[in-house]
């Protein structure tokens, strides 16, 4: 995974890489290697020159397109998580209603 997207030479053609991966990882739910990836982004961040070259504009305006899209994928996968979270919690609770009850064990005996 790493590897195919070192082969480029230009850091800001890499970043660009980085968020088309980003994406395509968020769309396949592969949770664990977006994560991996957050660490090859920040160190190639990390490297980059203070002020960019003209020549990186072309990336750079892709790549903030490419990452509003990214957020947006982030935030509906979010929005669909926390929904199937609800529906077990609901469920968990319907279901409850069905046990037996508990007796409650007394912790004082009789003698007081």
């Known amino acids: 995974m ?3 997207r070192r082969l480029l030479t230009d850091p800001y ?3 660009l890489a980085l968020g088309e991966l980003e994406l ?3 769309q396949g739910g592969r949770w664990e290697e977006l994560a991996e990836l957050g ?3 920040e160190q190639l ?5 203070t002020l960019p070259p003209a020549t990186a504009r072309g990336p750079l305006e892709k790549a ?3 990452q509003q899209r990214v957020s947006a994928e982030l935030a509906r996968s979010i929005a669909l998580a ?3 979270l609800g529906r077990v919690d609901r469920s968990r609770r319907a279901a409850a209603g069905y046990a037996p009850p508990v ?3 007394k912790l004082v005996d009789s003698a007081g």
């Open 2 to 4: 790493a590897s195919d």
């Open 13 to 15: 053609q890499r970043i």
């Open 24 to 26: 395509e990882l968020i």
């Open 39 to 41: 660490a090859e982004r």
């Open 45 to 49: 961040i990390a490297e980059l020159p």
């Open 64 to 66: 903030a397109e490419l």
């Open 82 to 84: 926390r929904e199937g």
């Open 103 to 105: 007796e409650r064990r």
